[in-house]
């Protein structure tokens, strides 16, 4: 059973309540605080899931339905379209952690947190983590972490019972209208290397400082937050084609 992170984190005890009322003693089988994803084991059999969906292919003004149990209310279902993609809110507190979330303005409130978004076609494209307010009550503004993420994340953790996290080694920055004028750069897309890391996979890919990140594996990246994302869904080792704009050229 997939959850977040912050629910199970620091906890001696975890049970379950299935929607059938049944419940269980759970086991945390391994977590990850970078991505707030947690998995956790309970002992049966013949259990509903979902099946994973693709977040990349989630697009914005898309219709997607949130399930939890806020406020301890069981099994609430609620609605909403999907409002931006790879938003990162600082919530998760930087360093190495990944927050490239998918937000949408369906309704979901403390007790949320581990619960499914999923899209009218019932695949899972995300596990709902947060929710931006003053309030601490929603709203407006939800965020899932997009299923893509999870799938590497819990794919490693049954494997290695750890996260294989890949690092590509570049310090980079976003590129908005003021930074486009003081470097000459035509078309404000992608995303711009201060510098690579000595050593490190980029440096010996020959990426250097100036260079502008366009695709990884063929999928545009046009925000810090969505090449994180996409290099997260790597393992160190893995070949992947960085395109890269340099001098004005592809």
Same mark, same amino acid.
């Given at each position: ?7 199970? %984190?620091?906890? =001696?005890? /975890?049970?379950?309540?299935?929607? =059938? ?14 991505? @707030? ?5 309970? @002992?049966?059999? %013949? ?9 990349? !292919? ?23 379209? $999907?409002?931006? +993609?790879? #938003? ?7 360093? !190495?952690? /990944?927050?490239?979330? /998918? *937000?949408? %303005? ?48 819990? &794919?490693?953790?049954?494997?290695? &019972?750890? $996260? *294989? ?6 310090? /980079?920055?976003?590129? =908005? &209208? ?32 100036? %260079? ?8 545009? $990246?046009?925000?810090? !937050?969505?090449? *994180?994302? +996409?290099? !997260?869904?790597?393992?160190? &080792? ?7 704009? #340099?001098n004005n050229q592809e």
């Amino acid at each position: 059973i997939i959850t977040n992170n912050h629910v199970v %984190d620091g906890v =001696d005890k /975890i049970k379950v309540t299935l929607n =059938d009322k049944r419940v269980y003693d759970a086991k945390l089988v391994g977590n990850d605080p970078s991505t @707030d994803l947690a998995l956790i084991k309970i @002992d049966a059999t %013949d259990l509903p899931f979902l099946n994973y969906g693709n977040s990349d !292919s989630v697009k914005i003004g898309e219709w997607v339905l949130a399930v939890g149990n806020p406020y301890n209310l069981t099994s609430t279902v609620t609605a909403g379209i $999907v409002s931006a +993609k790879a #938003r990162n809110i600082n919530i998760l507190g930087g360093g !190495s952690s /990944i927050e490239s979330f /998918i *937000q949408t %303005d369906a309704a979901v409130n403390p007790g949320n947190s581990g619960g499914a978004l999923v899209n009218i076609a019932g695949e899972l494209i995300g596990i709902n983590a947060a929710i931006a307010s003053n309030t601490g009550s929603y709203t407006g503004y939800s965020f899932a972490i997009p299923v893509n993420i999870v799938k590497k994340v819990i &794919g490693d953790i049954i494997e290695f &019972g750890e $996260v *294989q996290r890949a690092y590509l080694g570049v310090s /980079i920055r976003e590129i =908005d &209208g003021e930074m486009a004028k003081e470097k000459g750069i035509k078309e404000i897309k992608g995303v711009y290397v201060e510098g690579a890391t000595s050593n490190s996979a980029a440096e010996e890919a020959g990426i250097r400082a100036g %260079d502008i990140i366009l695709k990884i594996n063929g999928t545009e $990246v046009n925000s810090p !937050s969505m090449l *994180q994302e +996409k290099i !997260s869904e790597y393992r160190p &080792g893995s070949n992947i084609a960085v395109t890269i704009l #340099r001098n004005n050229q592809e």
